[in-house]
């Protein structure tokens, strides 16, 4: 049962425009959310995180948003740069164990 | 290199023998996970543990995997009997503690092939 979904496998966005990727959950139990970012054959780079107690947290250009009645959230990359082009993870925290999405592959068109 | 160091990168197998892998994890981080990456999915959790002891196996399959992190050296994952099935990428992470929301650093991972 996959309790955090990225329903998006693909998103292209022109470089310098925003990039929005969406992440949804089921379980109400999670206590913090987080976006990691991934190159092939490397291992996932973690980016971004939010509390459950939080709806937005920013960090540059990146930018998380969770809103927790419609269990979504949503990361903001603005502008959006031709390095950023990588899959992008959603993950969910219980009790220190991640949960992790299946990803969407972002590229940035220079 | 300060990150956390998976090895082998690729390690290829025939059906029936055994897989270790291991995982330095980060220096001062004393907490490990293991995710396991099928194709076109996303990470699986499958164990996490803390020096010489296994916190949480609830994604381990029941047979023929088992993992340590023992006082000195790295983790290792070990998978008898290797099927086909087990062909998947192998990622460790590492924590320094198990404070809410501590991001994990994952290594590059170990791609397993079973021919």
């Known amino acids: 049962d996959q309790q955090v979904k990225q329903n998006s496998p693909s998103l292209s966005v022109q470089e310098g425009r925003i990039s929005i990727l969406n992440c949804d959950y089921t379980n109400s139990m999670f206590d913090y959310f987080l976006w990691y970012k991934k190159y092939p054959a490397e291992g996932p780079t973690f980016l971004i995180s939010i509390s459950s107690i939080k709806d937005k947290n920013e960090d540059g250009r990146f930018t998380v948003f969770l809103n927790k009645s419609a269990k979504h959230l949503s990361l903001h990359i603005v502008p959006s740069q031709p390095g950023d082009s990588a899959v992008y993870f959603c993950a969910a925290s219980e009790a220190n164990n991640l949960f992790f999405g299946t990803g969407t592959r972002l590229t940035v068109i220079p | 290199n300060a990150g956390v160091m998976q090895n082998p990168r690729h390690l290829v197998r025939r059906r029936g023998q055994e897989a270790r892998l291991r995982c330095s994890p980060m220096?001062?981080?004393?907490?490990v996970y293991w995710y396991r990456q099928l194709p076109e999915e996303g990470l699986k959790f499958m164990v996490y543990?803390?020096?010489?002891?296994?916190?949480?196996e609830s994604g381990m399959p029941k047979e023929r995997f088992s993992a340590e992190f023992p006082k000195e050296g790295p983790s290792i994952l070990r998978i008898q009997q290797v099927v086909r099935g087990d062909s998947a990428a192998y990622f460790c992470?590492?924590?320094?503690?198990?404070?809410?929301?501590?991001?994990?650093?994952f290594g590059d991972g170990t791609r397993l092939s079973i021919l």
């Open positions: 992470a590492s924590s320094p503690s198990q404070q809410m929301g501590q991001p994990q650093h």
């Open positions: 543990l803390q020096k010489e002891n296994i916190i949480d």
């Open positions: 220096k001062g981080h004393s907490h």
